[in-house]
């Protein structure tokens, strides 16, 4: 039962074009969310994260909204760098202790 | 800076076999939690422990143990390796309410 959800395994851009990750939750109760990634044969670092009782979240390239209505996230990443080749994860917390993530999604930024 | 480390980057054991792996922190985290991330599936949590000596089950616990003997070091037990337990996993810490720091992984392989 997968209560977080990213439905696309991969997403390609151009270098210089907005990257768009999505992210589904079916668990009412989250009330954290944070995006992380990961470089292969290395551990995920975090991003960016947000709390419910906010809609956006911003830091330099990075900027996560919320809706909650929909039980959706995104992440935007702009402008994208080839550096920004990576797997992403978003990540809810349940409760204090667990962080629930999804399956991840690779994006690659070509040049 | 902040440093988690896994004592081991590659390991090969064989199906039966006791299976030890290590992870330290160096930040006084009370948390510290161990994953396995496998293809389309993100990040399962198997364990967590929130204090010396504590241990709670995550999502996936069935063939692991755990032990924290001191607070800077949780290890995960494999009893008796099977080959469905061919993963990368990642040891992670934190304090409470904030986000987690990750190793960089032990990818083990059971033949």
């Known amino acids: 039962d997968q209560q977080v959800k990213q439905n696309s395994p991969s997403l390609s851009v151009q270098e210089g074009r907005i990257s768009i990750l999505n992210c589904d939750y079916t668990?009412?109760?989250?009330?954290?969310f944070l995006w992380y990634k990961k470089y292969p044969a290395e551990g995920p670092t975090f991003l960016i994260s947000?709390?419910?009782?906010?809609d956006k979240n911003e830091d330099g390239r990075f900027t996560v909204f919320l809706n909650k209505s929909a039980k959706h996230l995104s992440l935007h990443i702009v402008p994208s760098q080839p550096g920004d080749s990576a797997v992403y994860f978003c990540a809810a917390y349940q409760g204090a202790q667990k962080l629930v993530f999804g399956q991840g999604t690779r994006l690659t930024i070509n040049p | 800076d902040v440093k988690v480390t896994q004592s081991s980057r590659y390991l090969v054991k064989r199906t039966g076999e006791k299976v030890f792996l290590e992870c330290v922190q160096d930040m006084d985290h009370e948390n510290m939690f161990w994953y396995r991330q496998d293809p389309g599936l993100g990040l399962r949590l198997i364990y967590f422990?929130?204090?010396?000596?504590?241990?709670e089950k995550g999502d996936i616990p069935e063939g692991y143990s755990v032990s924290r003997e001191k607070k800077e070091r949780f290890s995960l037990i494999l009893e008796s390796a099977s080959t469905n337990q061919t993963s990368m996993y990642l040891c992670?810490?934190?304090?409470?309410?904030?986000?987690?720091?990750f190793g960089s992984g032990t990818q083990l392989s059971v033949l």
């Open positions: 992670a810490s934190r304090v409470d309410g904030e986000k987690l720091f």
């Open positions: 668990n009412s109760m989250f009330d954290y």
């Open positions: 422990s929130y204090d010396v000596k504590m241990k």
């Open positions: 947000i709390s419910s009782i906010k």
